[in-house]
């Protein structure tokens, strides 16, 4: 049988029993059970004469420094460890701290002085970037235990194997994942006071690191309840209960750097670390003091028979058995090319995602109030306890849903944080962040009696919802947590965990975890309620959906390139794939002058993309309620249209522009007079008297002015409609305006003509059928629940100017810089809110949209719109007649060089694009989203330099050219 034997007491970083079983395990001090159980012919012929040859080489002090392994950290004497190697053939190295290519070089310096190859070991709980800088982290041991997937625990074990065997490590010095002592020892990592042994776990992690040729320390050495050394309840535990076979092990010792010293006298009395761990059973010491004053020192024991010469050599035997099996018969240089990159393979970074994400544990969840449905019914505030900094769970939550930021240090005063519990009171949810952690129990991991208080006090007059960035284990330095309505433990304070807990709490991921511990008795190990994602966009890297991130990164390249080119001062974009985002980054300034940056949260004039973002998700919401029918005509709808030339165009047509209507009508032209009598406003060619382009072969007389009957500088009961800064309208121009459009001649032709103007009368529809103001509706019935609330139209009403990124710097009409007021001047003059121009929004909340409809109108959990009518208006009704149009969505013309879209769009695909230099694109055939946000019209909207580069749909191509095959 196959035992775990433990020692007492190890009180720094690597103090532990290494219990090696080929993975590490411990085995009873009277011998190698493993070795003797293995089946006929484990190791070989080969094998046996390797070790033989090699044994053979070896003189007692040679045999006795191949049981020895020192340790060359960062600061470590290289040539004393030369020396070690050479003269006393020690037995193996444990690196830690630096780089990977010097540990690679040191390594192949030490192997080839060594006249035996070395185990080269290193402490990787946590992947080789818990060790070594320039590396990846995986979740550590806390993390991983609490992962339900066992595949995904051998993956993830089996590419940290692939990782250390690159850089020449056989052995892993880190416990298991899957086991909690009943106390926490002096290494103090998350230990559990009431442990649980995951066989599952661990077995599958050993597995992944056995199967792919390194080792794996068994354990953390510590006390048992009583102060004893010991393990109670599993000192029967069988390696292969863990492994489903058996193993052949080697016993390590506990770091002698930390045992108790005496004068050298009598060793039969004298306490010597060395002696005392060899004559317990161990077979590899790790870390003597000294290392070639423990050679003498074993040597002294042997020749006054403390110690036998059969002894030593059966266990220099049994390493070199070990060294064998490693791989070490023919040792091979750690090659040095390409190493960063074999270290930091995107498999292996997915990895680490995917662990960590698996291991989020929700353990308390109301009335299933996780993940948050509903958002627009909440109002949200979140805290976070720990350094006074915002932290990146707050930064993520508010990709979801707005919401209001507080941060208190853990150390805050209970004024201060009286205080913050007063301002909470006006939120009905309070979702409460705890990092700042602290990995020691002595610590009490971080959690301050404070944050205790805090949390106790809140939860008793609020609904409150706690992530703890931490150990579990801090859950018993809560006071009470009875009253909280949902409870996440992420286990690791790190950015990640934080992104990954927030996307948990909205749905954007699943919660599966299971608690690997029982920290309180309120919380078995084991627990841990699983919940389903709501189809919320999610935040990752490009590879989780099949995109090459080096492939995606040129974007950027083409961004700056257009904005040393001056087609746009900055811009947003943003690409999403299977529901997930992949790419969402801001470039440039909102102007020229370079003195404000573009934010992720910042707002851009939309522009037309308003059409489908806007008027035609409220016509999709009423026809489904029945309130409006787009096979019926205008004059349906609208009464004095019956006498028209309006009165029998049909709805459907309008929104496919195939309603024969006028392009545009520059309405703003009516509005202009001549400061010279007799003068003409505006002449076909320019010239010093009509210098202002209005458009191709329009220009504008120098000397003009607004006219005074309907505009003025400050509002009144007449002047009531807001065009700009200190700018407002007569409201009766408004009605002059629909006369115009009224009465404005039709196009002989039905073919498709690209149209405004049918969006005025599609608003008015919206409204009568409605009830209600088409942008209050919206909020209502769309973007509030969606929690796009950058998704709005009159923006300045909600946002400060330094949120929202200017237009044109129109100096015809407004003669202002138009900031925070939409750019088309006909819904400017009808009061900002209309059916083809005037929304706002940054990319991440229109992406929501976008999603929206690619998931034939579900998110988060809600139905908006069923999927045949999302279907419907997303088709080409009229491509037999040469139309590409969908009902209001734009479509890509195939195998056109006149495409909206990028070449590779499917004909599936749909979205629209807008003056100001945006666009919004979805391709349900590859589950792609894709948001473009620039102010190209600034200074002036007569700048095409985007166009001219085909910014857009470049872009976008790029995106299908990531597309991994």
């Known amino acids: 049988m196959i035992r775990f034997m433990f020692s007492a007491h190890c009180r720094l970083a690597f103090s532990f029993i290494v219990a090696i079983v080929l993975t590490c395990i411990h085995l009873p001090a009277k011998g190698n059970e493993a070795f003797d159980k293995l089946p006929p012919g484990y190791f070989g012929e080969d094998a046996g004469k390797w070790v033989d040859s090699v044994f053979n080489t070896l003189d007692t002090a040679q045999r006795i420094g191949q049981l020895i392994v020192v340790e060359a950290g960062i600061d470590a004497d290289v040539e004393e460890i030369e020396g070690l190697v050479r003269n006393f053939h020690i037995g193996g190295i444990a690196f830690g701290g630096g780089g990977p290519l010097r540990q690679a070089k040191m390594t192949n310096r030490f192997q080839k002085l060594s006249s035996v190859p070395l185990m080269i070991a290193m402490k990787a709980e946590g992947g080789l970037g818990a060790a070594l800088d320039s590396t990846i982290r995986f979740p550590q041991h806390p993390a991983l235990a609490a992962v339900s997937d066992n595949r995904l625990v051998y993956e993830l074990a089996s590419d940290l194997a692939r990782q250390m065997r690159r850089l020449g490590v056989h052995m892993n010095l880190s416990p298991l994942p899957g086991y909690y002592e009943s106390r926490p020892g002096p290494v103090g990592r998350n230990r559990s006071p009431n442990g649980a042994w995951n066989s599952g776990t661990s077995g599958h992690y050993l597995r992944g690191m056995l199967d792919n040729g390194v080792m794996v320390a068994g354990r953390h050495a510590m006390e048992s309840a009583t102060g004893t050394p010991g393990w109670p309840g599993i000192r029967e535990n069988r390696t292969d209960d863990i492994t489903g076979e058996p193993v052949p092990a080697l016993i390590f010792s506990e770091d002698l750097r930390t045992g108790p010293r005496r004068s050298p006298g009598n060793l039969r009395t004298a306490e010597y670390p060395e002696v005392r761990a060899l004559l317990s059973g161990k077979e590899v010491l790790l870390f003597p003091d000294d290392a070639g004053r423990a050679v003498e020192i074993i040597e002294k024991a042997i020749n006054e028979g403390i110690l036998t010469r059969g002894m030593i050599d059966e266990k220099c035997r049994r390493v070199l058995f070990a060294k064998y099996q490693m791989g070490l018969s023919a040792p091979a240089a750690v090659a040095t090319q390409n190493l960063y990159r074999d270290l930091n393979e995107t498999g292996s970074e997915l990895l680490r995602r995917k662990a960590a994400s698996a291991s989020l544990t929700l353990l308390e969840n109301r009335n299933g109030l996780i993940p948050l449905r509903r958002l627009d019914t909440l109002r949200i505030a979140t805290v976070s306890v720990g350094d006074g900094r915002k932290s990146p769970f707050q930064e993520t939550m508010s990709l979801y849903a707005p919401m209001n930021h507080y941060t208190v240090s853990k150390y805050a005063t209970l004024e201060t944080l009286t205080g913050v519990i007063n301002d909470l009171d006006d939120f009905n949810l309070v979702i409460v962040g705890v990092d700042d952690a602290d990995y020691r129990r002595s610590r009490q991991y971080g959690?301050?009696?404070?944050?205790?208080?805090?949390?106790?006090r809140l939860a008793a007059r609020n609904s409150v919802v706690l992530a703890l960035f931490a150990s579990p284990n801090g859950l018993a330095f809560f006071d009470d947590l009875s009253n909280l309505q949902g409870l996440l433990v992420a286990y690791e304070d790190n950015p990640l965990a934080q992104e990954y807990t927030a996307q948990l709490v909205f749905g954007g991921l699943p919660a599966g975890g299971r608690l690997p511990v029982s920290p309180i008795v309120r919380y078995a190990s084991g627990s841990g309620y699983r919940t389903a994602g709501l189809g919320r966009l999610r935040y990752c890297i490009p590879e989780e959906a099949g995109l090459d991130s080096r492939k995606l990164a040129g974007i950027e390249d083409i961004v700056k390139n257009a904005i040393e080119q001056k087609a746009t001062p900055g811009a947003q974009?943003?690409?999403?794939?299977?529901?997930?985002?992949?790419?969402?980054?801001?470039?440039?300034?909102?102007?020229?002058?370079?003195?404000?940056?573009?934010?992720?949260?910042?707002?851009?004039?939309?522009?037309?993309?308003?059409?489908?973002?806007?008027?035609?998700?409220?016509?999709?919401?009423?026809q489904e309620e029945r309130s409006i029918d787009v096979y019926q005509t205008l004059g349906h709808y609208i009464p004095r249209l019956r006498e028209t030339n309006k009165n029998n165009l049909v709805i459907k047509d309008v929104l496919t522009h195939q309603a024969r209507l006028q392009s545009w009508i520059p309405f703003i032209w009516d509005t202009f007079e001549s400061l010279i009598p007799g003068e003409e406003l505006f002449s076909r060619r320019v010239s010093a008297r009509y210098p202002h382009m209005l458009g191709d072969f329009m220009y504008m007389n120098r000397h003009y002015r607004l006219s005074a009957n309907q505009f003025s500088d400050r509002p009144s009961d007449a002047f009531t409609v807001r065009v700009g800064e200190r700018l407002f309208m007569n409201r009766a121009y408004v009605d002059s305006m629909y006369m115009r459009i009224d009465d404005s001649p039709l196009r002989p032709s039905n073919s498709y003509f690209y149209s405004d103007l049918g969006y005025y009368y599609l608003k008015e529809i919206l409204e009568q059928a409605s009830g209600e103001r088409l942008d209050h509706f919206l909020d209502k019935n769309l973007y509030r629940p969606l929690g796009a609330n950058r998704l709005t139209f009159l923006p300045l009403e909600k946002y400060g100017s330094f949120e929202i990124v200017p237009t044109e710097n129109d100096i015809i009409f407004r003669r202002q810089l138009i900031h925070g007021h939409v750019h088309d001047a006909g819904t400017a003059m009808i009061g900002g809110v209309g059916g083809h121009a005037g929304l706002f929004s940054n990319a991440n909340d229109l992406a929501k949209l976008m999603q929206l409809f690619l998931q034939d109108g579900e998110y988060g959990g809600t139905s908006f719109f069923s999927a045949e009518t999302v279907r419907g208006f997303t088709s080409a009704p009229n491509s037999h007649n040469g139309n590409r149009r969908g009902i209001g969505f734009d479509k890509p013309e195939m195998r056109s060089a006149r495409s909206p879209a990028a070449r590779s769009a499917s004909a599936e695909?749909?979205?629209?694009?807008?003056?100001?230099?945006?666009?919004?694109?979805?391709?349900?055939?590859?589950?792609?989203?894709?948001?473009?946000?620039?102010?190209?019209?600034?200074?002036?909207?007569?700048?095409?330099?985007?166009?001219?580069?085909?910014?857009?749909?470049?872009?976008?191509?790029?995106?299908?050219?990531s597309i991994i095959q």
């Open 909 to 961: 695909s749909y979205g629209h694009s807008g003056f100001t230099g945006t666009m919004a694109w979805a391709d349900p055939a590859e589950d792609i989203v894709y948001i473009f946000l620039s102010n190209r019209v600034h200074p002036d909207q007569f700048n095409n330099k985007l166009t001219e580069l085909n910014l857009r749909t470049r872009i976008q191509q790029l995106i299908y050219d």
């Open 573 to 622: 974009v943003l690409v999403a794939r299977q529901g997930i985002v992949v790419y969402h980054k801001a470039f440039g300034h909102h102007t020229y002058t370079g003195e404000n940056p573009v934010m992720l949260t910042d707002l851009y004039d939309l522009a037309s993309v308003t059409k489908i973002a806007a008027s035609v998700p409220a016509i999709m919401k009423l």
């Open 447 to 456: 959690i301050s009696p404070q944050t205790s208080w805090f949390v106790r």
